[in-house]
C-alpha cells in the first residue's frame, strides 16, 4: 500500500513561516507530478502549488512569491516552503501524488491525511 504522509503544520503569527513535508512510502514505480491543496473551513479544496518529475512548478496567484515547492526525487518527498503568511492562508493542508504503484501497475493519484496549517493576525 502507498502513502503521502505529511508533516511541518502549525500555529503561526502572521508574517511567519512554516514548511510542510510530504513523503511517500510503499511500492510504486516512481512519482509524476506533486502538489499541494488546501482547504480552508467552509470553502472548496484548491490547488495551491504542483512540480512535475522534471522540476516545473505553477503556483496559485494569491501564493506566488510567498510559497516555494520543491522535491527531492531521491527522498520521494515533496516541500512546501511558506513564507509572509497570512491569515488568509489558514487551512487544512493537504499533499496530492500521481504515483505508479506497483500491485496495481497503474498512475493512481494518492492524497495524504492533512495538515492543519493556522495562521493568527
Known amino acids: 500500500q502507498v502513502q503521502l504522509v505529511e508533516s511541518g503544520g502549525g500555529l503561526v503569527q502572521a508574517g511567519g513561516s512554516l514548511r510542510l513535508s510530504c513523503a511517500a512510502s510503499?511500492?510504486?514505480?516512481?512519482?509524476?507530478?506533486m502538489g499541494w491543496y488546501r482547504q480552508a473551513s467552509g470553502k472548496q479544496r484548491e490547488l495551491v502549488a504542483v512540480i512535475t518529475s522534471d522540476g516545473r512548478t505553477n503556483y496559485e496567484d494569491s501564493v506566488k512569491g510567498r510559497f516555494t515547492i520543491s522535491r527531492d526525487n531521491a527522498k520521494n518527498t515533496v516541500y512546501l516552503q511558506m513564507n509572509s503568511l497570512k491569515p488568509e492562508d489558514t487551512a487544512v493542508y493537504y499533499c496530492?501524488?500521481?504515483?505508479?504503484?506497483?500491485?496495481?501497475?497503474?498512475?493512481?493519484?494518492?492524497w495524504g491525511q492533512g495538515t492543519q496549517v493556522t495562521v493568527s493576525s
Open positions: 496530492n501524488a500521481d504515483v505508479w504503484v506497483v500491485t496495481t501497475k497503474s498512475l493512481s493519484g494518492l
Open positions: 510503499g511500492l510504486f514505480f516512481g512519482i509524476n507530478d
